[in-house]
């Protein structure tokens, strides 16, 4: 399975901000959306991620304010990419290796979309759940022999 298999699902609803918008209005959108990240563009290329976990880092180290912080300052600006073709076990073990909760999805320059930890999980589970169904199946229409102990073993 691949990204562009969760994109599918998923849709193509994008959250963008700027580097130089106030944190504060990024932070009205998050919530409003009901989001936990966006993404930072400038001019049309990826500079950056803002989640709630550098929001919160900034909060804390500003004495519990937004105060005039811009994006800029607080954005992860060397985030984890991917690719649509990257397959989700790759992409599942750079999340974890990184503790990174989401992920922009990369076309060249072309922002294709964000994949959450959340949808790289429920991608994996929905995956074995139908291989598991049709295991199951396989085996209960498995040929059963009429009568097992009547077979000679053959020498």
Request: glycine share 8%.
């Given at each position: 399975m691949k990204v562009?298999?969760?994109?599918r699902?998923?849709?193509?609803?994008?959250?963008?901000?700027?580097?130089?918008?106030?944190l504060?209005v990024?932070?009205?959108?998050?919530?409003?959306?009901d989001?936990?990240s966006l993404?930072?563009?400038?001019?049309?290329?990826l500079?950056?991620m803002l989640?709630?976990?550098?929001v919160?880092?900034a909060?804390?180290?500003?004495?519990?304010?937004?105060?005039g912080?811009?994006?800029?300052?607080v954005?992860d600006?060397?985030p984890?990419?991917?690719?649509?073709?990257t397959?989700?076990?790759?992409v599942r073990?750079?999340m974890?290796?990184?503790h990174?909760?989401?992920m922009p999805?990369?076309?060249?320059?072309?922002?294709?979309?964000?994949?959450s930890?959340y949808?790289?999980a429920k991608a994996?589970?929905?995956?074995?759940?139908?291989?598991?169904?049709?295991?199951?199946?396989?085996?209960?229409?498995?040929?059963?022999?009429?009568?097992?102990?009547?077979?000679?073993p053959?020498?």
């Amino acid at each position: 399975m691949k990204v562009v298999d969760i994109l599918r699902v998923k849709g193509g609803t994008l959250f963008t901000v700027t580097p130089d918008e106030p944190l504060k209005v990024s932070l009205d959108v998050m919530a409003e959306r009901d989001i936990g990240s966006l993404v930072v563009m400038d001019h049309g290329d990826l500079v950056g991620m803002l989640t709630f976990r550098e929001v919160i880092q900034a909060i804390v180290k500003n004495g519990g304010s937004v105060g005039g912080t811009i994006v800029r300052t607080v954005m992860d600006d060397a985030p984890l990419t991917c690719t649509p073709e990257t397959e989700i076990d790759e992409v599942r073990r750079m999340m974890l290796g990184r503790h990174a909760r989401y992920m922009p999805v990369m076309n060249g320059k072309t922002l294709m979309g964000v994949i959450s930890l959340y949808d790289v999980a429920k991608a994996v589970v929905d995956s074995q759940d139908f291989e598991n169904r049709m295991l199951k199946a396989y085996i209960r229409d498995w040929p059963v022999e009429e009568n097992p102990a009547e077979i000679e073993p053959k020498l």
